[in-house]
């Protein structure tokens, strides 16, 4: 066929199909490739950070291999591509085509937190400084559900001793608390809480004391319900020459991945395994020296785990040193 150039289009992207009216005519769409590498795209300036989304965008339209979102954890812009040199290209383009400036560098992980222990807490708030005071009671029971469960919230208090227009704002308060977690500053999952009685006073109780209430013994449940981090798993096919498995496999391990199969797809053998997400940031330049650049890899989110210890210790020393981790304040 031929290849010829057509300029003034103004409604078309990269896979349309041109013809004539007469004779109309559309192709199956191209099958573009996986995502292989991701990175945190972060404006230089407050300039370049109004204009990135924009020319992004333009570039995407040109090539739909490229991936760009927003995490809506890390709050991080995720640029995903082909390669190294793909992403290279791309901050190229931002730099000479659009004039806006960009840093790259690895993704947060999204961890999160969670609980592992039942432990049943008071949460009181009172205030009196002349005037209406600010009074709330609450006690609750905190315990720890399976992976996934997310947050559930049970009442149990039977007659007034908290009345039914305050206590969702108990809920409120502990939903509130839970997003800034209990040790690294990462949202808080998989746990119940069952109101189980309280207190209230007719003139100085209102749902602002009880949102402090239920703050206040999120804290108090995470001084006792030893709570951890959780690390994110992905499930990764590895695509590669077969001479080549073994060496793949053995980094696969080193990277605390578990094997859990291999088969073969016409001449390459496919490794499947689990393996946090946080050893998988630098995989794919590891695995272009390993296999000669003839293999490639895809991975999805699979489930939580918990983080080893010595590893919790060094996430939750970091967020320390970043300022995610403060002394709570006290309620107002």
């Excluded at 590498?37 to 291999?65: Q, V």
Aim: one cysteine or more; aromatic letters at 8%; a negative charge.
């Amino acid at each position: 066929g031929d290849i010829v150039a057509v300029v003034k289009l103004k409604d078309t992207q990269t896979g349309d199909t041109l013809c004539d009216k007469s004779s109309v005519i559309v192709y199956p769409p191209v099958q573009y490739p996986e995502a292989a590498i991701a990175f945190a795209i972060e404006p230089k300036s407050r300039a370049d950070e109004e204009k990135i989304s924009a020319a992004l965008h333009k570039i995407l339209e040109e090539d739909p291999s490229l991936h760009f979102d927003r995490d809506s954890q890390t709050k991080e812009f995720i640029l995903s591509g082909s390669g190294q040199l793909h992403i290279e290209t791309v901050v190229d383009k931002l730099k000479n085509r659009y004039h806006v400036e960009v840093a790259l560098h690895p993704p947060k992980v999204p961890y999160k937190e969670t609980i592992t222990e039942q432990v049943e807490v008071q949460g009181r708030h009172k205030k009196q400084s002349g005037g209406r005071g600010q009074f709330g009671d609450c006690k609750c029971v905190f315990e720890p559900l399976d992976r996934g469960s997310g947050f559930e919230w049970v009442d149990k208090i039977f007659g007034g001793s908290i009345p039914q227009n305050f206590r969702p704002a108990v809920e409120k308060g502990i939903i509130e608390a839970a997003q800034g977690g209990a040790v690294a500053g990462y949202p808080l999952v998989d746990f119940r809480v069952t109101l189980v009685d309280g207190s209230y006073h007719t003139v100085d109780s209102d749902e602002h004391s009880f949102r402090a209430a239920g703050r206040k013994a999120f804290r108090a449940a995470m001084d006792r319900a030893k709570p951890t981090l959780l690390e994110p798993i992905m499930d990764v096919e590895v695509f590669t020459p077969q001479e080549f498995s073994g060496d793949i496999m053995g980094d696969l391990n080193s990277r605390r991945g578990r094997v859990s199969g291999m088969d073969m797809r016409g001449k390459q053998q496919v490794i499947k395994a689990k393996v946090p997400l946080s050893e998988m940031l630098d995989y794919q330049s590891k695995l272009n020296s390993v296999t000669q650049a003839r293999g490639s890899y895809h991975m999805q989110f699979s489930h939580y785990d918990p983080l080893p210890h010595n590893l919790a210790q060094k996430v939750i020393d970091e967020a320390v040193a970043a300022g995610r981790v403060r002394a709570h304040e006290e309620d107002e």
